[in-house]
């Protein structure tokens, strides 16, 4: 199977190399990154975690959402995602190994992740995080590719790797459940000290995953003779739908307990975010940005109609990634650190080397993607014929 990620169209080569040019730029910026130190990016004394730590997060739920095609296909016998759930598995390893590089270009020395093996910690949720990512991972990997080859042969998988799939189904809900953990046990951090905080991010890779998948769908349908199947994808529209409403349904609820209560240091992180503080106020337009595609997104995803009809359901994945994406990738992380537990606000805002390593990052998963995707396309374009 591995054969045919190298043959494809003139349009699939040039994608691969703009996909290497990036990776190369990224490269060379992480070298400067690499003898200058953390220096180059907007991170400082009080804000310690930043874009990188931001992108990490939010690909960890686009990860933790693979489980919403693999659930219904296996445990309860939609045979209709049959079709589609390799494509979800697939995107669960290249958002996992975005996470991991984003954890290795975010430690100042890249030796120190061995520090996690080498002196292990069961009380730290950090080491507890290390283990389900790549215990996720593995799993994915054993079972897209095992499903993939029997997929080919023309025969069922072994019966030891539907017990993996099984297995994956809560571990994928473990995830996220454990990076949303590394932050409500922080005390010091009102913005995040919320028992929600896991709900939270499992409603936000709910929605922001499986429209990310649409898309995906969408894309397959259009550059390859393999159609994802129009059921799957109104399917997936429904629980985009489902699980964007809670998300919002949950913020609302941050806001109702922080405001309602009058704590200052529940509501200033809010303020901060929407309205500006002590005349810190950068993030306000894009907080609201992300409001104003929150509530796009429910129209089009609310309403029937529009909701089953591709144009409009493709309007409304990309509005549920804008949102989510400027929520969890930008707002969760500066909003959690300031004001700081002192009430000073630290400007922060990531620099230049810092957005193209982040881009680098982005197009090294890209690439794993647009490989995995090539191979799992061309077989079901074999098994069609």
Same mark, same amino acid.
């Given at each position: 199977?591995?054969?045919?990620? *190298? ?18 730029v990224?490269?060379?910026? &992480? ?5 200058e ?7 400082n ?12 997060? =939010? ?6 959402s ?6 219904p296909?296996y445990?309860? +016998? #939609? ?10 598995? *697939? ?19 890249? @030796?120190?992740?061995?520090n996690?093996?080498? =002196?292990? !910690? ?7 995080? @290390? ?7 593995l799993?994915?990997?054993? $079972?897209?590719?095992?499903v ?8 069922? =998988? ?7 799939? &099984? ?5 994928a ?5 454990? !990076? ?16 929600? @905080? ?30 994802p ?12 739908? #489902? ?7 949950f ?8 405001? #309602?209560?009058?704590?200052p ?5 809010? $303020? ?5 503080? +002590?005349?810190?106020g ?6 609201? !940005?992300?409001?104003?595609?929150? *509530? ?8 029937p109609?529009?909701?089953r ?5 493709? $309007? ?45 990052? #982005? ?23």
């Open positions: 199977m591995i054969q045919t990620i *190298f043959k494809g169209s003139k349009k699939y080569g040039y994608w691969i190399l703009f996909l290497l040019a990036i990776i190369g990224a490269f060379i910026c &992480y070298m400067m990154q690499w003898r130190g953390l220096l180059i990016t907007g991170m004394r009080d804000v310690s975690w930043g874009f990188y730590i931001a992108q990490f997060t =939010y690909l960890v739920g686009i990860a933790a693979g489980v919403m095609v693999v659930l296909c445990l309860h +016998n #939609y045979k209709a995602f049959a079709r589609i759930t390799v494509f979800g598995e *697939f995107l669960a390893i290249a958002a996992v190994l975005m996470c991991l590089m984003f954890i290795f270009v975010d430690l100042g020395k890249p @030796m120190r992740m061995l996690v093996l080498f =002196y292990p !910690t069961p009380h730290s949720i950090l080491f507890w995080d @290390m283990i389900v990512l790549n215990g996720y991972l799993l994915n990997i054993l $079972i897209g590719w095992n993939l080859s029997a997929e080919r042969k023309g025969v069922h =998988y072994p019966d030891w790797v539907k017990v993996l799939i &099984y297995i994956s189904i809560p571990w809900f473990s995830i996220h459940t454990v !990076t949303a953990f590394i932050y409500a046990g922080l005390p010091g951090r009102p913005y995040w000290l919320t028992a929600i @905080m896991a709900a939270r991010f499992l409603a936000s890779a709910f929605c922001s995953g499986p429209a990310l998948l649409v898309i995906l769908c969408l894309i397959i349908r259009k550059v390859t003779n393999f159609d199947g129009k059921e799957q994808i109104r399917t997936l529209g429904g629980i985009i739908a #489902y699980a964007m409403i809670l998300n919002v349904f913020f609302f609820l941050e806001l109702f307990t922080a405001f #309602y209560s009058h704590i240091e529940h509501m200033k992180p809010i $303020i901060y975010l929407f309205k500006g503080l +002590n005349g810190h950068r993030l306000v337009p894009w907080m609201w !940005t992300a409001a104003i595609f929150a *509530f796009i997104s429910l129209l089009l995803l609310i309403i109609q529009t909701r009809k591709e144009d409009t359901l493709l $309007i409304a994945c990309i509005s549920v990634i804008i949102a989510t994406w400027i929520d969890k990738g930008l707002g969760l992380i500066i909003g959690g650190f300031n004001p700081n537990p002192f009430g000073r606000i630290t400007d922060y805002w990531p620099t230049k080397p810092e957005v193209m390593i982040t881009l680098g990052v #982005y197009a090294f998963g890209f690439l794993v993607l647009t490989l995995l995707y090539k191979m799992a396309v061309s077989v079901k374009e074999e098994v069609g014929a």
